[in-house]
């Protein structure tokens, strides 16, 4: 028995390699967005066990939706990929192209036991190259072909090592082939038909039967003429475990699987609910069409569901005699490998049984499954097609005439394949090449029409992407997900009014519900979408709350654990103020998925609402559990922790804000957040270099601005520097009140610059006539500029605009106390034309100072921190009396005054989320 060289080895791999380098620039189309992309089993965050919990694409096996397809070690290599590059595609290509020669390699060994040095590396060469392989090698999901065939192979050759030299059974081969099986079968199910070829080579090559003698032995044994041979006897035990540990494997499986399978429409496959003889008669036919995809891979197709192949009605419709032409040369090649005891035999049978057995789970003749065609399921009965091509091109090279010839043939061949696989992977380089390479095979296949127009969606080109999804509805005008798709496209374009009426069509087109039949097992889950697309829809009309409630309730009342319907049913109750059944929609919702971070935050949401803050932090925490990088919940909880006043809580506040920039860098409320927690500790130099980092990424970010501004503001020697920040932020926002404000006031108190100041506060009346803080405020510019009659006049008209602001009457009667001083003195009332700004200062009574010192304070008596949305002014606080206040009393009322402001902002930020 010869071995595989390395020379052989390598020859295959640099192949493989050749053929396939291209496919490493491919990206996710196709399935793999489900199996990579959108699969959360992939992540390190979910547990390991996970993966066998969950099927293939990350639905828990308990899920009447799930696919039923229990592939836990292939989904570990793809965590493994994950590990290593996370979502580039190109490690995930280049583990599948390395797979694909282990598998060659294996091959060639597997055809080492029944065919010589040469032919043996024919078969491996043309399995190497064959284009039907693309599928299974480009398209990433296909790496549950390639693991299971390394599997399958390395059990066939473990078995084939289970009889010694003198013909004893040895244990420990036999008892490795049933752990590869078992390996084979986690990576894709139809890795436990290895047994049955285990089975044929023990029989027909191991043990050198063919079906006559076969036959004649059991016969004669059965009727007590002779007793079985020990070589008969040893067989029969071998086959007897290899039975018994395959159908300990199927019994696991089904319970894994919890005796259910998987829910197929007429759309995925539509003979498997066809009455009969069309079911029949097309399920057979299917046989010569996958058979010629292995002769004649010129025309190859990623999808081969809905109207690909038209049902074959009649025992009159001329395919019928595809499906004969096959059964017959079937049956001429089986009987010639039963029949015989020469090597040719043999080699034919062995290449039967890689064709048939392997097939057989995907061939509908048993149980229908969820495609027509699926040429990665012909990865495996490829090895047989090849073995029998290897086969002839070695009997056609034995002719003296034919062996130049021969060769020439099987070198062309192998040429074509090469270059067609290579040009083949080209179109899995994004699903609008893949889908639109197909519709160039096959136009009558409404899915395909739907694929181009989801790559052209993705691509944001709504208007193309319509018209392939309108021409989806004419191919198959009964199918539902393409009236959707036409739908959201609408909606994309902002066109309610035909989005609308396209998923009234699709509704339209759902089964009605049978009485006392299951109405889930006759619908595709995703179908019912359109009750939550429709609802979705509609409920931007604040008149059709109602009636989108009714379209979730009923999506509810056909599908009990539709989780989405919960999720959308508990945003629209939240919507319209109904806290408690929102909540009671979401606490459904967890009974059927209590593992989704979303859905606790989102009941978070709903404590919010309520009132009710430790329960929503609960909620919040216990998604944080579950994803501890979601981005919202980091956030949110974040935010609730700083609304909440307590110190305990900052810190972990500042960590989750950290958190979450590190999830969103580019956000600047982040920043701006921790820019106010640390504010609130009194860490003025983190609070200055976060809120500058907000303002870098978001320029005029206006409340980042302001606090920025108020942070120089309160530092003693730093108030000038607040100027250049108010300045931006009044280029931005030229109406934001508490920054004028807090302008005026460093320009009067600061600068002296009366007249700046003055035309701030002028600002604000002009906005708003009303504003009682911006108008006592120039009263106090009044006083600045010594026109006393005018500052009483503004101070009366302030007083009766806020009758019940005690400080605006104390300043009036200040005012009106100097006034009679200096008229009593003799002294003008107003400040002469031309006298400049200060004379005469000197001059003025202890009092008087000291009332212009109050006054100046109260121009930003009331400025508080600004939380993300514009906050509504706070309480001016009441204002010292005139007599003169010590340094330590001052400190005293500006400390308190801090803690106000402090107080302001955050209940401004409870109030405002903006």
């Known amino acids: 028995m010869a071995v595989v060289s390395w020379k052989e080895m390598l020859l295959l791999t640099?192949?493989?390699?050749?053929?396939?380098?291209?496919?490493?620039?491919?990206?996710?189309?196709?399935?793999?967005?489900?199996?990579?992309?959108?699969?959360?089993?992939?992540?390190?965050?979910?547990?390991?066990?996970?993966?066998f919990l969950n099927d293939f694409w990350g639905t828990p096996m308990s899920e009447e939706r799930s696919h039923k397809s229990y592939r836990p070690l292939t989904v570990l290599t793809f965590r493994l990929n994950y590990v290593f590059s996370e979502l580039s595609a190109a490690s995930y290509h280049l583990l599948n192209v390395l797979l694909h020669a282990a598998v060659c390699v294996l091959f060639l060994r597997v055809c080492r036991l029944f065919l010589d040095r040469t032919t043996s590396l024919v078969a491996a060469l043309l399995f190497a190259v064959h284009p039907i392989h693309t599928e299974a090698v480009t398209g990433v999901v296909g790496r549950a072909e390639l693991l299971s065939s390394i599997f399958l192979l390395a059990a066939f050759l473990a078995y084939t090592k289970s009889t010694s030299a003198d013909h004893s059974i040895v244990w420990a081969p036999i008892a490795l082939t049933v752990v590869l099986v078992a390996a084979a079968t986690l990576c894709k199910e139809q890795g436990v038909t290895v047994i049955g070829i285990c089975c044929v080579h023990e029989v027909f090559v191991a043990q050198g039967f063919t079906l006559p003698a076969l036959l004649t032995t059991l016969l004669r044994a059965l009727r007590g003429k002779d007793g079985f041979p020990y070589a008969v006897l040893q067989t029969l035990l071998k086959l007897i475990v290899l039975i018994i540990s395959t159908l300990l494997l199927v019994i696991v499986r089904v319970q894994v699987i919890q005796s259910q399978l998987p829910v197929f429409t007429r759309f995925d496959n539509p003979a498997a609910v066809s009455p009969a003889p069309a079911r029949q008669l097309t399920f057979n036919y299917l046989l010569p069409v996958n058979a010629w995809l292995l002769l004649n891979p010129s025309e190859l197709c990623c999808d081969w569901t809905m109207g690909t192949i038209p049902l074959v009605e009649s025992a009159l419709d001329p395919r019928n005699l595809a499906t004969l032409a096959f059964y017959g040369a079937l049956g001429l090649l089986a009987a010639h490998g039963l029949r015989h005891?020469?090597?040719?035999?043999?080699?034919?049978?062995?290449?039967?049984?890689?064709?048939?057995?392997?097939?057989?789970?995907?061939?509908?003749?048993?149980?229908?499954?969820?495609f027509v065609v699926a040429e990665r399921v012909l990865y495996v009965p490829s090895m047989g097609f090849c073995v029998l091509v290897a086969h002839g091109f070695k009997m056609v090279s034995q002719r003296g005439r034919l062996k130049k010839m021969s060769w020439v043939v099987i070198g062309m061949l192998l040429a074509t394949h090469?270059?067609?696989?290579?040009?083949?992977?080209?179109?899995?380089?994004?699903?609008?090449t893949l889908f639109t390479s197909a519709l160039k095979v096959n136009k009558n296949n409404a899915k395909l029409w739907n694929n181009v127009g989801h790559a052209l969606e993705n691509q944001n080109d709504y208007l193309k992407a319509l018209q392939y999804f309108l021409q989806a509805t004419r191919v198959q005008p009964d199918d539902i997900g393409?009236?959707?798709?036409?739908?959201?496209?609408?909606?994309?374009?902002?066109?309610?009014?035909?989005?609308?009426?396209?998923?009234?069509?699709?509704k339209s087109?759902?089964?009605?519900?049978?009485?006392?039949?299951?109405?889930?097992?006759?619908?595709?889950?995703?179908?019912?979408?359109?009750?939550?697309?429709?609802?979705?829809?509609?409920?931007?009309?604040?008149?059709?709350?109602?009636?989108?409630?009714?379209?979730?309730?009923?999506?509810?009342?056909?599908?009990?654990?539709?989780?989405?319907?919960?999720?959308?049913?508990?945003?629209?109750?939240?919507?319209?103020n109904k806290l408690s059944e929102a909540r009671d929609a979401y606490l459904r919702a967890l009974e059927l998925d209590g593992t989704n971070a979303d859905l606790w935050y989102n009941l978070a949401i709903v404590n919010i609402e309520m009132k009710d803050p430790p329960g929503a932090l609960r909620h919040f925490n216990r998604a944080l559990e579950l994803n501890p990088r979601h981005k919202l919940a980091l956030f949110n909880s974040a935010l609730l922790m700083q609304e909440s006043g307590e110190q305990k809580f900052w810190p972990e506040a500042n960590r989750r804000f950290l958190s979450y920039v590190?999830?969103?860098?580019?956000?600047?409320?982040?920043?701006?957040?921790?820019?106010?927690?640390?504010?609130?500790?009194?860490?003025?130099?983190?609070?200055?270099?976060?809120?500058?980092?907000?303002?870098?990424?978001?320029?005029?970010?206006?409340?980042?601005?302001?606090?920025?501004?108020?942070?120089?503001?309160?530092?003693?020697?730093?108030?000038?520097?607040?100027?250049?920040?108010?300045?931006?932020?009044?280029?931005?926002?030229?109406?934001?009140?508490?920054?004028?404000?807090?302008?005026?006031?460093?320009?009067?108190?600061?600068?002296?610059?009366?007249?700046?100041?003055?035309?701030?506060?002028?600002?604000?009346?002009?906005?708003?006539?009303g504003n009682v803080q911006g108008k006592h405020n120039l009263c106090v510019v009044y006083f600045e500029e010594r026109d006393l009659p005018r500052a009483a006049a503004c101070l009366e008209e302030t007083l009766a605009m806020a009758p019940g602001e005690e400080y605006v009457r104390r300043?009036?009667?200040?005012?009106?106390?100097?006034?009679?001083?200096?008229?009593?003195?003799?002294?003008?009332?107003?400040?002469?034309?031309?006298?400049?700004?200060?004379?005469?200062?000197?001059?003025e009574e202890e009092e008087g100072r000291d009332a212009e010192k109050n006054a100046r304070k109260s121009s930003a008596e009331s400025l508080g921190g600004e939380s993300q949305s514009e906050a509504p002014v706070g309480r001016h606080a009441d204002e010292p009396p005139p007599a003169a206040k010590s340094t330590e009393e001052i400190k005293d009322i500006e400390n308190k005054r801090a803690a106000a402001l402090r107080r302001l902002e955050e209940i401004e930020r409870i109030l405002s989320g903006d």
Request: glycine share 6%; charged share 25%; proline share 5%.
């Open 418 to 432: 090469a270059v067609k696989t290579f040009r083949r992977n080209w179109d899995w380089e994004s699903e609008y």
């Open 662 to 769: 590190e999830e969103e860098p580019k956000d600047a409320n982040g920043y701006f957040n921790l820019g106010m927690l640390a504010m609130d500790a009194g860490e003025s130099a983190a609070a200055e270099r976060w809120m500058r980092r907000a303002v870098g990424l978001q320029a005029g970010f206006r409340s980042a601005l302001f606090n920025l501004a108020l942070l120089y503001s309160q530092q003693a020697g730093r108030e000038e520097e607040a100027l250049p920040a108010l300045d931006e932020l009044l280029r931005h926002h030229p109406r934001h009140v508490k920054g004028l404000i807090l302008k005026g006031d460093l320009l009067m108190n600061h600068r002296k610059d009366t007249r700046g100041a003055k035309a701030c506060f002028l600002r604000i009346l002009r906005a708003d006539p």
């Open 509 to 576: 087109l759902m089964p009605q519900i049978i009485p006392g039949k299951k109405y889930a097992t006759r619908v595709a889950p995703n179908h019912l979408n359109v009750y939550i697309n429709l609802a979705n829809l509609i409920r931007a009309n604040e008149s059709r709350l109602e009636e989108a409630d009714q379209l979730y309730r009923q999506a509810i009342s056909m599908r009990p654990d539709f989780k989405q319907a919960y999720i959308s049913r508990g945003e629209l109750l939240l919507k319209m």
């Open 341 to 370: 005891r020469h090597a040719s035999a043999r080699t034919v049978l062995m290449a039967l049984s890689l064709i048939v057995l392997p097939f057989v789970p995907a061939s509908n003749l048993f149980f229908p499954v969820g």
């Open 482 to 506: 393409a009236h959707m798709n036409v739908g959201r496209t609408y909606k994309n374009l902002n066109k309610s009014r035909e989005a609308e009426d396209a998923y009234l069509v699709a």
């Open 14 to 51: 640099g192949l493989v390699v050749a053929c396939y380098w291209n496919s490493v620039a491919c990206g996710f189309v196709f399935d793999d967005v489900s199996a990579i992309l959108d699969n959360k089993d992939l992540r390190p965050s979910t547990p390991l066990r996970s993966l």
């Open 811 to 843: 300043h009036l009667s200040i005012v009106r106390g100097k006034m009679a001083a200096m008229s009593a003195a003799g002294r003008p009332l107003a400040p002469e034309v031309g006298v400049a700004e200060g004379e005469g200062e000197a001059e």
